[in-house]
C-alpha cells in the first residue's frame, strides 16, 4: 500500500462474525431472538412442542391517563412555601403529616397501572415433540433473520423468520434443502394468543376467521378515556391493534375450539405471514383485511429488501477489532438499537418495542429524564446514524406543550419545565408532579441537550433552525427565570451568585429538612452551563443576537455569577459531590459526581492539569450501586482515558442476559439497596432499552471529538490492534482510522459540512496530510486544517 492509501473495512464481513447461537430450545422471553424494525418488535422464543412469536409496538399503548387532583397540586411558590415551615431537625419531610398527605395525593395518577406499553399478543406454532426436536436457534444480525434449527424423524430441518423493514410484517418460512425439494410441514397447530395481562375492563377484543383465506386475527380496541361508560361508548380519540397471520396450508376447526387455533394441514413448503396493524381505532378496518398469499416468491422478495436495508445500515460505520468481545458488544448493541427506533415510530420508553405480559410495563414503560430516555440515543451521533436521533427530536416535540404549561402555571415563569416522566400519550398535566423527585431541575437542560449535538455533529443549520431552537430557548427561558428568583440570588446567600434552588439530586436524597441537600447540584450546574453556552453559540450560527439580545444579557449575568461545584476531601484528594457538605463515600445510582465530565462536557482529557486531576478522582473515588452506571459511568471513563476495558468487559458480561442485551444488575449495598436486596431485581423487568448505548462506550475509547477536536484512541491500548470506518465526529466529519502494532498508522476524514478541521497530533511529530492532489505538512501538538463540503483527507505520519 503506497504512503496514505487508506482502504476502508468491510464492515458487513465483520457483523457477519456476531451471530447469536442458541444450542437448546429458547421458552423464556429473555432467551429468545430478538428483531423489529424500529414500530414492531418480535420475540422469538422456541418450546419443545412449539414456536411462540411475542409482539409489541413503540405505537401500541394503554392510551388511557389519570389526570386527578389538579386542583389539589397547587402551585410551586405555595409548595415551596409550606415546605419551608418544616423544622430542619426532621430527619425527613415526611416525618410531616402535611407533607405525607401531600405526596400520596400528588403521586395517585402514578399509581395507576397506565399508560403502559400494550403487548400485541402472540403467535404459536405446535409441533409433535415425539417426531420433531429442537436444537436451538442463530440470530444472523448482519441482515436480521433468525433460523430455529429442528430434527424431525433424524433429519435436520430450519425454520426461516425475519421483520420486514417496510412494513409492520414478520415472514416465517421453511428453509428449502439442499436438494430444492419442499421441507414437510412440520407444524400440526396455529394459534393467536391475545396478551394474558390485557386488562379486562378494556373492550373485549374481536376474534376474526377467515377460513377462505386461511388467516385469523384478533383486534383489540385501546380506549382514550378511563371512563367505564366512555369506554363502553367508544371515543374519538380511541386506538386499536390487529393481529393477523395468514398460512401457506389448509387450516381446519375443531368443533367448539378457540377460534383462534386451527389445525394445519401437511402440504409442504410451510409459509406464514403476521400483520400488526395499528392506529386510530376509526382507521383499523373492524373486518377482516386479507393478507397478500405468502409463497417462497414473496418471501424471498422481502427478505431481500430487508437485506437491502442491513446492508445498508451496516455501511454507515464500522470497527475491526482485535478484541473480539468489544467488537460483539458494538456491532450487537448497535443491532438492538436499529430493531428498536425510527422516527416514524413513537420514541421508545425504557424496554423498547418488546412487551409480553407485565415485562415491559414497570415504571409505566415511560420516559424518565434523568438519564434514561437520553442515554440510548448517545450512539447515534458518533456512530453515524443520526437520523435515529429524529424518534427523540419528536418526543421532545411531544412534550413541549404540557412542559410550558407547567412552567406557566405552576412555577409562574417562562419557557418550559420538562418533566421528570413523560409518556407518548396526550398530557395535561405532569404525570408525576411528586416534587422529592419532579423536582430534578437537571431535566430541563438534559432534555435538550442532545437537540445541540445533533447541530455539532452534523452542522445542519436548518435542523438547529427549524427543530432545535425552539425547545432550546424555552429551557434557556425557564432557567434563566428560575435561576434569577429572588429565593435563588440576592442577600440571603452571602454571595453575589445566581443559584439553582431548590433543586433534587437524581435518586439520591428527594427533597430534606431546610433544602440542605437541595441547592446547586452539580448535574444542575454542568448541565445548565451547558445549556446557556449551546444558546449563546446558536444565537450566533443563527444570526440571532439583535432580537434576543435582552436574554443573552441575562445569560452572560448569570454565567458570569455561576456557583462553583462543590467538592469533598477524600482519601484519593479532592473530589467532585453532587451537593456540598457531601459525604465522599455516599454510593450513588446515577453516578451525579462525574457529571462534569459527562454528560457536561466540561472536563476531560482536554482539561488543565488541575481540573483533570480532580476529574480522575472524583471519577476513581466514585461508588455506585448499580442498575443506572453501565453506560454512563464508562462513558465518563473513557472520555478521561481512564476506563479500564478488561474491567468493563467484565461487567458487560455480568449483565448480560441470554438474549445478548445487558440488564440493570446492581452492584453493591450500602445506598438504597441493602444485603437482602435481590441483585438481580431489574432482570426481568424488560428489554433496556437504555444500554444500548454500550456501542457509544466504545466509540469514545477509539475517538473523541466532543471539544471540537478530534483526539485518535484516548483509551485505548495500541498494541491491540483496532480500526473503525466512518464514525461521526463533530463538525460534520465522518473519521476513520487504524491503530496497531503500537502506533496509529492513518486517519482519513470526511468532510460533510465543509468545516475547519482540528486534530490532535497522534505522532507527536510532522504529519503529512493528503488533500486531493496536494500533500501538505504539518507541525505541532493539535493540526488545523481547512475543508471544503465533499472532501477527504488523509493524515499519515510524515
Known amino acids: 500500500m503506497n504512503v496514505g492509501e487508506v482502504v476502508l473495512l468491510n464492515t458487513l464481513e465483520q457483523v457477519r462474525k456476531h451471530a447469536l447461537s442458541y444450542d437448546r430450545p429458547a421458552p423464556s422471553f429473555f432467551e429468545g431472538a430478538l428483531l423489529g424494525n424500529g414500530g414492531l418488535g418480535a420475540v422469538v422464543t422456541t418450546r419443545p412442542d412449539a414456536v411462540v412469536i411475542?409482539?409489541?409496538?413503540?405505537?401500541?399503548?394503554?392510551?388511557?391517563?389519570?389526570?386527578?387532583?389538579q386542583e389539589q397540586i397547587?402551585?410551586?411558590?405555595?409548595?415551596?412555601?409550606?415546605?419551608?415551615?418544616?423544622?430542619?431537625?426532621?430527619?425527613?419531610?415526611s416525618d410531616d403529616p402535611w407533607y405525607r398527605d401531600y405526596v400520596k395525593v400528588a403521586s395517585e395518577n402514578y399509581s395507576f397501572p397506565y399508560p403502559r406499553p400494550m403487548p400485541c399478543g402472540s403467535l404459536l406454532l405446535g409441533?409433535?415433540?415425539?417426531?420433531?426436536?429442537?436444537?436451538?436457534?442463530?440470530?444472523?444480525?448482519?441482515?436480521?433473520?433468525?433460523?430455529?434449527?429442528?430434527?424431525?424423524?433424524?433429519?435436520?430441518?430450519?425454520?426461516?423468520?425475519?421483520?420486514?423493514?417496510?412494513?409492520?410484517?414478520?415472514?416465517?418460512a421453511m428453509k428449502d434443502n439442499e436438494l430444492l425439494v419442499p421441507t414437510p410441514n412440520l407444524f400440526h397447530r396455529v394459534k393467536l394468543i391475545p396478551d394474558p395481562e390485557t386488562p379486562s375492563e378494556l373492550p373485549a377484543l374481536e376474534a376474526i376467521v377467515d377460513s377462505a383465506n386461511k388467516q385469523l386475527s384478533f383486534r383489540q380496541i385501546l380506549p382514550f378515556s378511563c371512563d367505564e361508560k366512555e369506554m363502553c361508548q367508544?371515543?374519538?380519540?380511541?386506538?386499536?391493534?390487529?393481529?393477523?397471520?395468514?398460512?401457506?396450508?389448509?387450516?381446519?376447526?375443531?368443533?367448539g375450539a378457540d377460534n383462534l387455533e386451527a389445525k394445519l394441514g401437511l402440504e409442504p413448503g410451510f409459509l406464514i405471514t403476521v400483520a400488526?396493524?395499528?392506529?386510530?381505532n376509526a382507521e383499523v378496518p373492524q373486518a377482516t383485511v386479507p393478507i397478500d398469499s405468502p409463497n417462497q416468491s414473496a418471501f424471498a422478495d422481502r427478505f431481500g429488501a430487508a437485506e437491502g436495508f442491513w446492508k445498508a445500515f451496516w455501511s454507515r460505520s464500522g470497527v475491526m477489532l482485535e478484541d473480539s468481545f468489544l467488537e460483539q458488544v458494538w456491532y450487537r448493541n448497535l443491532y438492538f438499537f436499529n430493531c428498536s427506533v425510527k422516527p416514524e415510530a413513537a420514541c421508545p420508553g425504557l424496554f423498547a418495542n418488546w412487551s409480553y405480559g407485565k415485562i415491559g410495563a414497570e415504571w409505566h414503560g415511560d420516559y424518565h429524564m434523568n438519564y434514561n430516555t437520553q442515554q440510548p440515543f448517545w450512539l447515534s451521533f458518533s456512530s453515524n446514524h443520526v437520523d435515529k436521533h429524529l424518534a427523540y427530536v419528536n418526543m421532545v416535540d411531544h412534550v413541549l406543550p404540557v412542559s410550558q404549561k407547567w412552567a406557566s402555571e405552576y412555577y409562574g415563569l417562562r419557557g418550559a419545565y420538562y418533566p421528570h416522566s413523560a409518556y407518548p400519550v396526550k398530557m395535561n398535566m405532569m404525570p408525576y408532579p411528586v416534587p422529592h423527585w419532579g423536582w430534578e431541575v437537571c431535566e430541563t437542560p438534559w432534555t435538550v441537550q442532545s437537540l445541540w449535538w445533533h447541530y455539532l455533529y452534523t452542522m445542519d443549520r436548518a435542523f438547529l433552525k427549524d427543530r432545535a431552537y425552539g425547545p432550546m430557548k424555552e429551557a434557556v427561558l425557564f432557567m434563566v427565570d428560575y435561576m434569577r428568583r429572588p429565593d435563588a440570588s440576592g442577600a440571603g446567600w452571602n454571595d453575589?451568585?445566581?443559584?439553582?434552588?431548590?433543586t433534587v439530586v437524581p435518586e439520591l436524597y428527594e427533597l430534606t429538612p431546610g433544602f440542605q441537600k437541595n441547592k446547586d447540584c452539580i448535574v444542575d450546574l454542568t448541565l445548565t452551563k451547558f445549556l446557556f453556552q449551546a444558546f449563546i453559540q446558536a444565537c450566533s450560527v443563527l444570526e440571532r443576537q439583535d432580537e434576543e439580545q435582552e436574554l443573552l444579557g441575562q445569560v452572560r449575568d448569570i454565567l458570569d455569577k455561576f456557583p462553583d461545584y462543590p467538592t469533598a476531601a477524600s482519601k484519593r484528594g479532592t473530589v467532585f459531590v453532587s451537593v456540598q457538605g457531601e459525604d465522599p463515600e455516599v454510593v450513588y445510582n446515577v453516578p451525579n459526581g462525574i457529571s462534569t465530565v459527562f454528560p457536561g462536557e466540561e472536563h476531560g482529557l482536554h482539561s488543565s492539569p488541575e481540573d483533570y486531576e480532580i476529574a480522575v478522582n472524583s471519577y476513581r473515588n466514585h461508588r455506585n450501586e448499580g442498575g443506572n452506571e453501565l453506560v454512563f459511568y464508562s462513558m465518563a471513563g473513557a472520555r478521561l482515558g481512564q476506563l479500564d476495558l478488561e474491567r468493563f468487559k467484565r461487567q458487560i458480561a455480568y449483565c448480560m442476559l441470554p438474549n445478548g442485551t445487558c440488564t440493570d444488575r446492581l452492584?453493591?449495598?450500602?445506598?438504597?439497596?441493602?444485603?437482602?436486596?435481590?441483585?438481580?431485581?431489574?432482570?426481568?423487568?424488560?428489554i433496556w432499552f437504555e444500554n444500548f448505548a454500550l456501542s457509544a462506550v466504545v466509540n469514545e475509547c477509539l475517538m473523541q471529538s466532543y471539544n471540537g477536536m478530534i483526539r485518535l484512541f484516548p483509551n485505548w491500548n495500541l498494541d491491540v490492534t483496532a480500526e473503525f470506518s466512518t464514525l461521526r465526529a463533530v463538525g460534520g466529519f465522518l473519521v476513520s482510522a487504524k491503530a496497531e502494532a503500537g502506533e496509529i498508522v492513518w486517519m482519513e476524514v470526511y468532510s460533510e459540512a465543509g468545516a475547519q478541521l482540528q486534530f490532535y497530533n497522534p505522532w507527536n511529530d510532522s504529519v503529512k496530510c493528503i488533500q486531493g492532489e496536494e500533500e501538505i505538512i504539518r507541525h505541532g501538538s493539535i493540526i488545523t486544517l481547512d475543508t471544503v463540503v465533499g472532501e477527504t483527507v488523509r493524515v499519515v505520519k510524515a
Open 276 to 280: 400488526l396493524d395499528e392506529g386510530m
Open 54 to 69: 411475542h409482539f409489541g409496538h413503540n405505537n401500541v399503548w394503554d392510551i388511557r391517563i389519570a389526570e386527578n387532583n
Open 234 to 255: 367508544g371515543h374519538p380519540q380511541d386506538r386499536a391493534f390487529r393481529l393477523s397471520a395468514r398460512v401457506s396450508q389448509s387450516i381446519s376447526f375443531e368443533e
Open 667 to 686: 452492584l453493591e449495598a450500602g445506598g438504597r439497596y441493602a444485603d437482602t436486596t435481590d441483585f438481580d431485581y431489574m432482570s426481568p423487568m424488560g
Open 74 to 93: 397547587g402551585t410551586f411558590e405555595q409548595l415551596f412555601a409550606r415546605l419551608k415551615e418544616i423544622p430542619e431537625h426532621f430527619a425527613s419531610l
Open 127 to 172: 409441533f409433535d415433540r415425539r417426531t420433531t426436536e429442537v436444537l436451538g436457534h442463530t440470530l444472523h444480525i448482519h441482515h436480521g433473520l433468525c433460523e430455529i434449527d429442528f430434527l424431525v424423524e433424524g433429519v435436520r430441518a430450519t425454520l426461516q423468520v425475519f421483520v420486514d423493514q417496510e412494513a409492520d410484517r414478520l415472514h416465517i
Open 496 to 502: 453575589d451568585r445566581y443559584h439553582i434552588y431548590p
